[in-house]
């Protein structure tokens, strides 16, 4: 038994699908689960959609016949025949966003936003299982916000682990007996039957929750890349290709922000040891990596970037030092605006952390200002680099002033921004 996990990338049109279907027949007809996630960019189109609906814009229903048109358009391209059910079952899917849009928005807008968003993946899997049927894969569709259970933390839900598990094991395992199984990633339901989803890009997350619970051989995530590279090509004209992982330098990678895997990802496949392959599903006969409970070190230096970073740097007014009375005070800040740091340096008169720039920093910055003097900066870079050497760090800092740097026995991560030409 094996789960594969297909992103928007790979089916983000119809040679995507007709793609996903060969790699899907050239591993057998049964014992695999596919997660699917929306398609192509859809995710984005439908948080533009919700965005728009929550602030009362009429631009929200030009918006929906759009994502809709292009849904239709994938649909008559691969089915011939105009009868075929998958036609009503798409249009069905889609009302239950029209009821919504006929009513002013007055919910919470993060549960708004988990049942528009999480349509993408309702409609992208009954299409792709639509499509395997048609194509003589005997295909089972199945509704993932029946067996991910969640609490109501909308937009990041959070997974009761007993009720999942006992709802998957109950059903799927018999499924898989008799062919392919189709969910969807990201979604979730809560107790009240309500849709919840995992965070963005979660859809990693859900194939890790179906493989362990169903306690499969292995679990494969098919990317665009040949598997996990040491550098993101975004940043670097050479990269090198990581044949093997440890579960270990997995979770540290993608606590840093490597973007190849969800981070909450890996900790479920490796409470069961299930392996995790990241393979290419442009050349599928590729290798790719495998992620494993191996004892083994990066063979080379990786590199993270992330950037539109803030380092803000917080002082007692009083000039008293930063004690665990303080911290406890500034993390408990944090965790109210729901802002991640991403690096953090201490001294005795300051802290200073670098965190993502968005909508949350200002209600964070007002929030800190009452207590403590605060300075920032915005426009920054913060990278990360496993197992690092000096010239790693000069490679990385070239025309750049550091603003701040940590270093750690295996891990070194510096906030910088482009230096001012004079």
Known sequence: MQVFKFGGASVKDIEGIKNLTKIVQSHGTN?????????????????DLTKAYVKGDENCHAIFEEIKAFHFDV?????EDHQNPIFNEVAN???????LLEEEASDPADYLYDQIVSIGEMVSTKIVAAYLNQVGVFTIWVDARNYIQTDNNYKDANVNWEKTEHEIQKHLPSFLDKGIVVTQGFVGGTS???TSTLGREGS??????FSACLNVESLTIWKD?????NADPKWFDETEKIDQLSYHDAIELTYYGATVIHPKTIKPLQNKGIPLFVRSFITP?????????????LPIPSFIFKVNQVLISIFPRDYSFIIEKNLSNIFSLFHKNKVKVNTMLNSALSFSVSVDDSDKIDALLKDLSETYKVKYNKGLELVTIRYYNQNTIDRVIIDKTVL???????TCQIVMRDKVSS
């Open 31 to 47: 014992q695999i689960l596919i997660v699917i996630s929306a398609m192509g960019k859809m995710t984005n189109r439908l948080e």
């Open 75 to 79: 649909l008559n391209a691969l089915f």
């Open 93 to 99: 899917t889609f009302v239950e966003i029209e009821w």
């Open 192 to 194: 009240e039957n309500f």
């Open 204 to 209: 990693d997350y859900s194939a890790a929750i």
């Open 225 to 229: 890349v040949p598997g996990v590279l």
């Open 285 to 297: 006969e590729g290798e790719g990596t495998k992620i494993s409970n191996v004892n083994i070190p």
């Open 404 to 410: 701040l740097e940590v270093k750690s026995r295996h």
